[in-house]
């Protein structure tokens, strides 16, 4: 196969585009061309094309032979032409017939400065350089070429290894990078430092062989608009003395250096980096190319470094061509960091060449102490004095039974925000950390009498009530009714000694309230992140009957239905259903943003992101329930 190649610069400026070419025999060859030399599976030089200009995100270089051909490849290449425009090219090939071939190019050029948009498709690789340096000179405005100028006499013949050159290089509006080839090879290859864009002078070293050498000088500016100068020089066979000139040029074959995707790790074995601990990414990279990487170096940086710290970066000083290394990143979470995605971007280069790597970006997880739904509370819009709230957390039990691992966590959010958000007084917040039975019984009533201590609370017609509650509930296992667990009782006493929701439900329904919610994260399987609570038992087929569990003026919200668990939320450190119910109420529920949440919108948020997260995280279902007798309740008002 001879692919039909474009030279690196063209004539007088540089390609667009060279990567898609077409054989005699109709076979497809994706390949990129620097100069005359057509690389494929080899990716030497890729971040050299176009002045150092073109940042390949390239999904991959791919060829196809005789016996492994492909029907439709897709490959992407990012270009950023400063920060006013960004070119972005997308090939698609697609299969057409024997032996005839389509190539369809679609080009997208996105001015970011002004926000306007340029699109067009193209089969005629002519036609598509053109149709982009036309459109791109009018995205930047008319532009004149980059300017360069020698500033020293250079002489025909000299006697030593290297001369120095003093350039002079001057731009309209933004020089890009310059190079210096001798007899068709690169000895120099550099971008211009950012603040000397528009006029950028230097001494380069040029290193010459014995005999005749071509210098050859190349200056681009971000519009790929060039200039360029040559020059003959004749080296004797003289001293070789370097004193005449600087320090000699390193001319050999520069290594190529590429980051492969990482992976993160701590002493917990967790996906999340906690406040207050370390961990590790670690990353491989590898030298693709032909010369020998020497003396190697590696930088991380996180993007919010006040929150997360790059304490040390290790990875090895060396790499020969095809050789691998690990390079390890270690990080440090500060006390006062969020739960939320950061990103840990790696540059590695090789300073005896000065090859660097395409920067490889990696995303951890942080985990705060506290999750979102904990700190910075919606305020208060009026305070509801006469309102009544029971708030809940069983986390330890007792009789061998799993603790609830955030159920405390999860109280004391919800009394929070009740206090903060809602209005509640403190005083007529009854709140209760790892309630007994008799405490279940003291607030609520029993199933003789219904008249605890909450029904003193209310003021009839008047009083708005909550309750919430988190911990384990238990199945009835010979009649699959459900009960909330109290900490002091085991679950195989659960029919004498649990405290039923029947009995729950019928005593909120005969409160003189003005309106009821109760919010229970719990679920009746018997089944729980560590495991069944009722020993030999399987999980339970619990029948939740509206008619028994919906509140008669109010809602209702269960975490889950039927046999399902309900799950702990690590990531937040909360009940997932407790999380989303609360993130809902504090303002993500409220679909048409008219700051009001209504029953419906909760109903849809919670019905919507607790089943989603509980498969993506853990492969199984978890439905919530909500109950209600209006619809269009307003549950919180955030104006």
Same mark, same amino acid.
């Given at each position: ?31 990129? =061309? ?25 999904? %991959? ?18 270009? &950023? !032409? ?6 972005? %090219? ?132 971000? =519009? ?10 004749? @080296? ?6 370097? &004193? ?47 010369? @020998? !990487? ?12 006040? &929150? ?59 985990? %705060?102490?506290? =999750? ?16 009544? *709230?029971?708030?809940?957390?069983? %986390? ?12 405390? @966590? ?79 009782? =085991? ?30 994260? *719990? ?26 569990? !919906? ?41 048409? @943003? ?46």
């Amino acid at each position: 196969m001879n692919p039909e190649t474009i030279s690196e610069f063209g004539t007088h400026r540089p390609n667009w585009f060279d990567i898609v070419n077409k054989s005699q025999d109709a076979d497809w060859k994706i390949s990129i =061309s620097s100069k005359t030399k057509v690389i494929d599976r080899d990716t030497e030089g890729l971040n050299q094309i176009l002045m150092g200009t073109l940042q390949l995100g390239v999904a %991959g270089i791919i060829s196809s032979d005789e016996d492994n051909d492909f029907n439709k490849t897709l490959v992407t290449i990012n270009f &950023s !032409a400063g920060s006013l425009a960004l070119l972005r %090219g997308t090939y698609l090939l697609t299969t057409t017939g024997e032996p005839k071939r389509k190539t369809v190019r679609t080009i997208i050029i996105s001015d970011l400065l002004n926000g306007e948009l340029y699109t067009k498709k193209f089969t005629n690789i002519e036609k598509l350089s053109k149709w982009t340096e036309k459109t791109m000179r009018k995205a930047r405005g008319d532009r004149k070429s980059a300017f360069l100028k020698v500033k020293n006499d250079v002489p025909d013949k000299v006697d030593y290894n290297q001369i120095s050159l003093e350039l002079d290089m001057k731009d309209d509006v933004e020089l890009a990078a310059y190079k210096i080839y001798v007899n068709g090879k690169k000895v120099t290859s550099k971008l211009i430092p950012q603040g000397n864009r528009l006029e950028y002078s230097i001494v380069e070293s040029v290193p010459l062989q014995i005999g005749f050498n071509e210098v050859e000088i190349k200056v681009a500016d971000w =519009s790929a608009q060039l200039d360029e100068k040559k020059f003959q020089i004749f @080296r004797t066979r003289g001293t070789g003395d370097n &004193s005449k000139s600087p320090q000699i040029v390193n001319t050999e074959v520069p290594p190529l250096l590429t980051i492969r995707p990482g992976k993160y790790q701590d002493r917990n074995d967790s996906e999340y980096l906690d406040a207050g601990e370390s961990g590790i990414v670690s990353f491989t990279i590898r030298n693709e190319g032909h010369g @020998r !990487a020497k003396n190697i170096r590696a930088v991380a940086v996180s993007s919010d470094p006040s &929150s997360i710290t790059v304490s040390k970066v290790r990875y090895p000083n060396e790499l020969s061509p095809g050789d691998s290394g690990k390079v390890k990143v270690l990080l440090f979470a500060s006390s006062g960091v969020k739960t939320q995605e950061q990103e840990i971007t790696l540059r590695v280069e090789d300073l005896f060449t000065e090859s660097t790597a395409l920067p490889m970006k990696f995303t951890i997880l942080s985990r %705060g102490r506290y =999750s979102d739904i904990d700190i910075e509370f919606p305020g208060a819009r009026l305070r509801n004095h006469s309102a009544v *709230a029971v708030v809940i957390g069983n %986390g330890e039990y007792e009789h061998e039974v799993p603790n609830v691992k955030y159920a405390t @966590r999860d109280a004391q959010t919800v009394r929070d925000y009740l206090h903060n958000t809602l209005g509640y007084s403190s005083s007529n917040i009854i709140y209760k950390e790892n309630a007994t039975l008799s405490t279940l019984r003291s607030v609520f009533g029993s199933s003789d009498n219904y008249q605890g201590r909450l029904y003193d609370y209310v003021i009839p017609g008047k009083t708005d009530v909550f309750v919430y509650y988190s911990g384990h509930g238990a199945p009835d296992v010979e009649h699959g009714t459900s009960y909330l667990l109290p900490v002091n009782v =085991s679950p195989d006493d659960i029919t004498t000694n649990g405290y039923a929701m029947e009995t729950l439900v019928n005593n909120l329904n005969r409160l003189p309230a003005r309106s009821t919610t109760l919010i229970v994260d *719990a679920c009746f399987s018997g089944n729980t992140e560590s495991g069944m609570i009722i020993k030999g038992a399987s999980p339970v087929n619990i029948r939740l009957r509206e008619s028994e569990l !919906a509140l008669r003026k109010g809602t209702t919200l269960y975490a889950s239905r039927g046999n399902q668990m309900a799950s702990w939320f690590d990531r937040e450190k909360h009940g997932l259903f407790t999380y989303y119910v609360i993130k809902g109420l504090r303002g993500a529920a409220d679909k048409n @943003r008219d700051k009001k949440i209504t029953v419906s919108e909760l109903k849809e948020y919670v019905e919507t992101y607790v089943p989603s997260m509980a498969r993506r995280t853990w492969g199984r279902n978890q439905n919530p329930v909500v109950l209600y007798s209006d619809k269009d309740d307003v549950m919180v008002d955030l104006r």
